[in-house]
């Protein structure tokens, strides 16, 4: 296997696996249902499956079912942050989680109002 395919497809997988999980998807999904989800042929992808499961990141709950290790599962929470952080960070002019408008409706419509440039009475 080459390694850095390994790394490509780990990252892959186990960003899958969390999502799943934390969507209420499937904890345990079958290589199967994997396959389809990371457009992957099972038979290739069971190969990959497996080295996880020696390395720790993924162990087999039922026959034919993984679940993300306790490893797997923070490595996965990890990437998957690390993919959707473009998605979630702000954006140029809103405002970051330390800003007064997020103390009340009240203060989050005058910061609105003051950065469009309009007073806002009440």
Partial sequence: MDELEVLRVRDEVLQAMYWMHSEAISSMPTAEELSRFLAVPE?????????????????????????LSPDGMESGKRTFADEMADLTRPTHGECDEDCWCHDSPEAAADCLHKKSGKAHSY
């Fill in 43 to 67: 038979s290739l992808l069971t190969t990959y499956l497996e080295r996880f499961v020696a390395d720790g990141l993924l162990e087999n709950s039922l026959p034919g079912c993984y679940v």
